[in-house]
């Protein structure tokens, strides 16, 4: 079965300071990849997504996200962290087919930011 | 243009009961989804709707069952509420048709409160 690790629960980091959250996934075959943000109350919010190609995706707000098919990782990024980014972040996949757009999703990493 | 709208933000009901919520999806959008989140569970996947068709289902109790309705818009229904049924149910729309992978673009949700 499909299955998307964020071995990371909690991560702080101050402001200003480069990010990095994992992403691990298991799957028979590459599926399609996200990335969702989530500020306390609200719904996520899509940062980036990968569907093939160029393995460096870009999204909003800054963030930056690679795949790795050796690794089997979609790590998300940013170079410099800015206090609003405090949010829960969530890595996703869905099949390429015959699962519909239907979302696995990580645990989440919870992202505090220091001033 | 207007996001993904479910109805109401917050609801509080007693076990036994039954409850209804509304999602309104963006316009155009044909393909909705509902997730149900908890702190103990994450975010899992309820059904997902294309066209007033279920294209796919979580593996959640019958109590829980939903349609879709000819202008796209989406109701979940939960039968006989348990006190586990508290969550925030989330709901998402997307433009595409499943399988393509093009992600959703999530609602605010709805709070669900069993007492």
């Known amino acids: 079965a499909q299955s998307v690790t964020q071995p990371d629960i909690h991560i702080t980091v101050s402001e200003g300071a480069s990010l990095e959250l994992r992403c691990n996934y298991s799957y028979g075959a590459t599926p399609y990849l996200f990335w969702y943000v989530q500020s306390p109350g609200q719904g996520l919010q899509l940062l980036l997504k990968y569907f093939s190609g160029d393995t460096l995706v870009q999204g909003i707000k800054g963030f930056e996200a690679e795949f790795k098919r050796s690794q089997s990782s979609f790590n998300l990024r940013k170079p410099s962290v800015h206090w609003s980014d405090a949010a829960e972040y969530f890595c996703?996949?869905?099949?390429?087919?015959?699962?519909?757009?239907?979302?696995?999703f990580g645990t989440g990493t919870q992202l505090k930011v220091e001033l | 243009k207007a996001g993904v709208t479910q109805t109401p933000r917050y609801l509080i009901k007693t076990r036994g009961q039954q409850v209804t919520l509304s999602c309104s999806p963006i316009?155009?959008?044909?393909?909705v989804s509902w997730y149900q989140q908890t702190p103990g569970q994450g975010l899992q996947f309820l059904f997902e709707y294309f066209s007033e068709t279920q294209r796919n289902k979580g593996n959640f109790p019958g109590r829980f069952s939903g349609r879709q309705f000819s202008n796209s818009r989406s109701e979940m229904n939960v039968s006989t509420l348990e006190l586990g049924d508290s969550a925030l149910y989330l709901c998402?729309?997307?433009?595409?048709?499943?399988?393509?992978?093009?992600?959703?673009?999530f609602g605010s949700g709805t709070r669900l409160t069993v007492v």
């Open positions: 998402a729309s997307s433009l595409e048709l499943p399988g393509t992978g093009y992600g959703y673009t």
């Open positions: 316009s155009g959008h044909r393909s």
């Open positions: 996703a996949v869905a099949p390429k087919s015959g699962g519909g757009n239907k979302l696995t």
